[in-house]
């Protein structure tokens, strides 16, 4: 039955349609067409709980090893970098979130990396270093058929409307430019969503964080995963014992995609692999 606050369901005229029948199928298709979705990380409310509690004690190690002072002035302040080496196993197993790594190869063709993992805190009253519009990859202006990269922001904390939720401009992953003001104004969407959540984007679709107006900072674990041919922003394999990881788990974390010193190296790779 057609109601007025619903879309029809019925249609006349359609050859061709879109199969999506379970819900990560739905975000494939939301996330190709508009540039992000909402996926449910599928963790305990236990889970989600310890994954908060070691965020903020690997952030006060993390300001403990690099000082206030350093961070402020690289304007890292509101930042931890590559978490999954800081002594936390929580944050190895969220980059590799059996979710996500689905969603991952239904997004990117083929093989993909883990670029980055990076703790946010978006204080409260006032601006932060991710509340500018932005693309994950910053400065690009293209577009592509295909994700080259992907981003997955935890939720540590709910995201609401008052704590500064991310913004999103749907489906600006299909042009190349910054669209005017007038239209940024008209069509950026808040997306709330619960603790234990991933908002996940297409890393060409701007975004922002929103202005947190509460009394709490709001935490987020970000990651972004691309196809092996860019590096990673620090070297995750330099910094990590590989020996305990499955081989998927090197593979995402980019142990098969060291560049080689010198030709024998590679001649080598080569051969061990046939
Ligand atoms: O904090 C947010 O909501 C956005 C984070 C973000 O834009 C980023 O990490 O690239």
Known sequence: MTTERQPPTASYGVLDRT???????????????LG??????????????????EFDRVRAAYVGIHGEALLKRAGEF????????????IFVDLALNSTLMSL????????????????????PQQGYSQSAWHRDL????????TPLAINALYCIDDFTVDNGATFVLPASHKSAAFPSSAYVSRNAVQVAAKA??????DCMMFHAGGFNTTSVPRRAVNHMFNIPYFKQQINIPLNMDGERLSPEARD????????????ADYLGQRAARK
């Open 19 to 33: 199969a999506a029948s379970t819900s990560e199928a739905e975000a494939v298709e939301q996330i190709r067409e």
């Open 196 to 201: 234990g959540s991933f908002i996940v984007l």
């Open 104 to 123: 991952l190869k239904r997004l990117i063709g083929g093989k993909f990396i883990l670029n980055q993992q990076n703790g946010i805190v978006n204080p």
């Open 252 to 263: 995402v974390l980019g142990f098969n995609y060291i560049e080689p010193r010198a030709v």
């Open 138 to 145: 910053p400065y690009q202006h293209f577009v592509t058929t």
């Open 78 to 89: 509101d930042t931890i970098r590559a978490m999954l080496i800081q002594g936390s196993e």
């Open 36 to 53: 992000y979705a909402v996926v449910d990380a599928g963790y305990s409310p236990d889970d989600i709980a310890r994954v908060a509690q």
